[in-house]
């Protein structure tokens, strides 16, 4: 129940004492009051990635844990962490590669908890083209967004098979990675989501095969994580670790009902592909958990190493501290019932 439309109920005990309704109604009275607001912004227009959190809302069970959480979908996707870092956001969902180059910026961010256990990328490419490997491309087009850390990804892939960048030909098409491939401008695009983009090409007759970027030497990473700022990790520690607490027991649920996530993302978003979204979370669910550990869970190895893979690809600097960037200390002790 909102604060707003009760404001006019008199909290005294001889008015409610009497019926059990009165008990209730005044519980959540107290709980409205105690309510601390956190805004979350997501890192694209709702879809099955964030269908936990969807599923929490809908549930009611961040009111239920005192909290009035706002999940938002910003104008600019791009500037999320510099949203979070500066307060304007309390979370919001970005990348391990982002908030590793977030920080070698200077911008004072820390993953709470990871979403997506495996990277989600890779290099799209026809199905009937029949490019099993990287070797496959050699002598001809790729298309890419002109994000230069994927062209870190794709100088890794290539050299797996023996080539060079000079092997292929790189374009920047921005986000238009489908239609570059179905026109024949590339033979391959880079950046493409493995549980997004092969689904829009399929339902427009497009049969497509991915070359996963963690197949071919990039080191496995957090696709997906759940940021805050330094100064929210110590200032709004409480509110964020029931806050995920509360996204653990929604992604628990959304796994075991996609149906059920499915609704709380039409209801929220009404203009979204749900055909799309009903194959996307068979998709994702699994990378929620990479079949074994806990949802949120993160650890120093895969920090390390994907650091340490950054940092040999000149990234980010040879000193930055990687430690730094992550936290597990917020995380709930045990997966929620």
């Avoid at 909102?2 to 409610?16: D, G, L, P, Q």
């Avoid at 409205?32 to 227009?45: F, I, M, S, T």
């Avoid at 670790?241 to 959304?254: D, P, W």
Wanted: aromatic share 8%.
């Amino acid at each position: 129940m909102k604060m707003n439309t009760i404001t006019t109920v008199r909290m005294h005990r001889r008015a409610f004492a009497m019926t059990a309704a009165g008990a209730a109604l005044l519980g959540g009275v107290r709980r409205a009051c105690a309510a601390e607001r956190l805004q979350v912004a997501l890192d694209w227009y709702p879809n099955s990635n964030h269908a936990g959190l969807f599923l929490a809302e809908a549930n009611g069970w961040y009111d239920e844990a005192g909290l009035d959480v706002v999940l938002t979908t910003p104008a600019d996707p791009t500037t999320v962490l510099q949203t979070v870092a500066a307060g304007r956001d309390d979370l919001g969902i970005s990348y391990q590669t982002d908030v590793l180059l977030a920080r070698a910026a200077g911008v004072p961010v820390v993953s709470v908890a990871a979403i997506s256990q495996v990277p989600l990328v890779g290099i799209m490419t026809l199905a009937e083209a029949g490019i099993a490997t990287p070797a496959d491309l050699k002598g001809k087009v790729v298309a890419y967004p002109g994000i230069p850390s994927q062209e870190a990804f794709l100088d890794t892939m290539l050299a797996h098979d023996g080539l060079t960048r000079d092997d292929i030909e790189l374009v920047n098409v921005g986000f238009d990675l489908l239609p570059a491939l179905v026109s024949g401008k590339a033979a391959g695009a880079l950046g493409a989501f493995w549980t997004h983009e092969p689904i829009v090409a399929e339902r427009e007759g497009y049969p497509t095969a991915m070359l996963k970027v963690e197949e071919f030497g990039v080191p496995p990473y957090y696709e997906l994580v759940l940021v805050a700022s330094e100064d929210a990790v110590s200032e709004k520690a409480d509110a964020i670790r029931t806050f995920l607490e509360v996204t653990r027991r929604g992604y628990e649920a959304a796994a075991a009902d996609p149906a059920a996530a499915l609704a709380a993302l039409q209801a929220a978003s009404p203009e979204m592909d749900a055909a799309v979204e009903a194959v996307g979370i068979t998709l994702v669910v699994p990378t929620w958990t990479d079949g074994e550990v806990t949802f949120g869970t993160q650890t120093a190895e895969r920090w390390d190493a994907y650091g340490t893979w950054m940092k040999e690809r000149e990234l980010i600097p040879e000193d930055l501290v990687i430690a730094d960037a992550w936290t597990d200390a917020l995380l709930p002790e045990e997966p929620a019932s």
